[in-house]
Each structure stands twice: as C-alpha cells, then as structure tokens.
C-alpha cells in the first residue's frame, strides 16, 4: 500500500506564491512519476504537470512558467512550487503516483487565489 499526504495549500493573493507537498510512504519503489492534477467547482480534474522517476518535467500550457515541480527522492516527496499565481488557479490540487501499473491519489488541499 502507498499513502499519500499532500500539504501548503491555503488562501494566497493575486501574484503570490505557494509551495504544495506530497510526501509518499509505503511501498514505493524509487522508480515512480508523480503528477500534479486540480480540480475547480464545476470542472473536470486536469493534469497541472508532472516528473518521471529520472526527473524529466511537463506542464500544461496554463502553468508554464509560473509552476514548477521538483522531488526528494531520499524524503519520497515531490513538490509544486507556484509562483504568479492567478485567481483562476483556485482548486483543489491533487498529487497523483504511478508506480509500474498502479496510481494513488492524494487527498487533496485546497488553493485560493483571491483578493
């Protein structure tokens, strides 16, 4: 089993910064890629980006630029750090593992670019 417990969400103004965590326990092996994904109220979960297990990194074209992930292997932890950050970046974000053929999910923390 693999848990997964993501933290630094929170109400942050227009042009602010935030650093999401997702630090996984478990049985993990060193070879997995994590993804960043949110959800706003009334939309579909989308990808936001994501890291392969050699640290290669993508991003939707809404975040580029402006967020970047990171990971710590030695903590099993993968970081989004946002930076710029819009008010239709408000969701809640989620970090997502994928190990050979299986995913977990995070639980999910909340992020509000408001004013």
């Known amino acids: 089993q693999v848990q997964l417990v993501e933290s630094g969400g929170g109400l942050v103004q227009p042009g602010g910064s935030l650093r999401l965590s997702c630090a996984a326990s478990?049985?993990?092996?060193?070879?997995?890629?994590m993804g960043w994904y949110r959800q706003a109220p009334g939309k579909q979960r989308e990808l936001v980006g994501a890291?392969?297990?050699?640290?290669?990194?993508n991003y939707a074209d809404s975040v580029k630029g402006r967020f970047t992930i990171s990971r710590d292997n030695a903590k099993n932890t993968v970081y989004l750090q946002m930076n710029s950050l819009k008010p239709e970046d408000t969701a809640v974000y989620y970090c997502?593992?994928?190990?050979?053929?299986?995913?977990?999910w995070g639980q999910g923390t909340q992020v509000t670019v408001s004013s």
């Open positions: 890291i392969t297990g050699s640290g290669s990194t």
């Open positions: 997502k593992l994928t190990m050979l053929t299986l995913s977990y």
């Open positions: 478990g049985s993990i092996s060193s070879i997995y890629a």
